[in-house]
């Protein structure tokens, strides 16, 4: 096992083993092509999972991404219906004058506060989730491996983030465009 130094990649490790299982077939082509055929970098946390449980935690996050996609696909349907549902209103607003961008600027402010409080409400539930599944682990006393960590992942809340902010935009500039 290594540790890798500040600033250097997996490819750059990879370079220079292959450099040096190269180098050292050339010195004893016999007895390296007998002990191995290549030398690979490969994470220290797969040294603590089997290819079973990899598989799993991969499972397990396409079945969350999916759960995501529904959830957006239902809150975008909803808000849809609800822009639908208020046809006369942005009708009679874009008669008095309102303007396309006026309306879709309405809609969309409308929207994107119901989802940043929808973000504000599911992050400290996903957050007390994660800690009970670390906490479930069958050797609770020893607690969850290493590389699995309860600390809130900024990626993670981005990627929702981003996820809210893309439901909020396609279900408010619908609406807009229908009624212009």
Do not use: H, K
């Amino acid at each position: 096992t290594m540790r890798l130094s500040d600033g250097a990649t997996m490819a750059q490790v990879q370079t220079a083993l292959d450099g040096w299982y190269a180098d050292a077939l050339q010195r004893d082509p016999v007895g390296m092509r007998s002990a191995a055929r290549g030398v690979g970098v490969q994470l220290l946390t797969y040294g603590f999972t089997d290819r079973t449980t990899r598989a799993l935690f991969w499972i397990m996050a396409l079945a969350a991404l999916l759960v995501l996609a529904v959830a957006c696909a239902n809150a975008a349907s909803l808000l849809l219906t609800r822009m639908v549902a208020r046809g006369n209103e942005l009708w009679l607003r874009s008669a008095l004058g309102a303007t396309r961008s006026r309306l879709a600027l309405q809609l969309l402010a409308q929207t994107g506060l119901l989802a940043v409080i929808a973000l504000a409400l599911a992050w400290p539930v996903s957050q007390a989730m994660l800690i009970w599944v670390l906490g479930s682990f069958p050797s609770a006393q020893a607690g969850p491996p290493q590389w699995m960590s309860p600390d809130p992942a900024l990626g993670m809340f981005a990627f929702a983030a981003l996820a809210a902010l893309f439901t909020a935009v396609l279900t408010a500039l619908l609406p807009a465009l229908r009624a212009g």
